[in-house]
């Protein structure tokens, strides 16, 4: 019986991440019904912690579509019971995660508080979540003109995620270093950085983000 379950267990999760797969092809209704069939059969099976962190596939579903806030209920319910449960690996990164979601709706002070909660829940060889609020964190911080701490951040947050074998979050952190450096006015620098990330969007499929980095090059071009 606990075999059967392992292999549901499984078979939740990858629809998890395939429904991310999906959305990074901009097949996004597709992402979200898969994302919701998975959870359900985590859900099913009283999977708490793995359901507790599948928000996460819904935030980033989300934010390559565009609409962040539309992930932002599940996310916080999430983060909610991850608390309850005294866990506090996985709710580091969730908090980094809601922390993006937030700071895309514009909401930066929140956006930074949550960062400041991401950076304290942290386990110190948890790069993932080191990564991650460092990177969130870094463009608010040069929006309001504290140029210098934004590009050490931005700069340690790609560092350690180099050393890593997650290039999605390689490419998600050179595209908020080069939001830090165009705000630096160090646009070339910016451009360039940018570059690296498309390549690394291309290498692994991401159609959605490769668009989105070519289009913030353009942007940053004409400005």
Sequence with gaps: MSEKLSDRQVLGLVMCNVAQLRAMNGEFDAGRRLYHEGRALLKEIGQGVDVAC???????????????GDAEAEVRSDYATLESLGETYYLSTLAAVLARIVREQGRHDEALTLTRTAESLAAEDDVDAQVRWRSVRAPILARAGEHEQAESLARAALDMARKTEMPMLQADALVDLASVLHQTTKTAEAEAT???????????????????ASALRAAMATK
Excluded: C, N
């Design 54 to 68: 599948s928000s996460m596939f819904l935030a980033m579903i989300e934010l390559l579509a565009g609409t962040p």
């Design 194 to 212: 940018l570059e690296q990330a498309l390549a690394l969007y291309d290498a692994k499929g991401d159609v959605v983000s490769a668009a989105k």
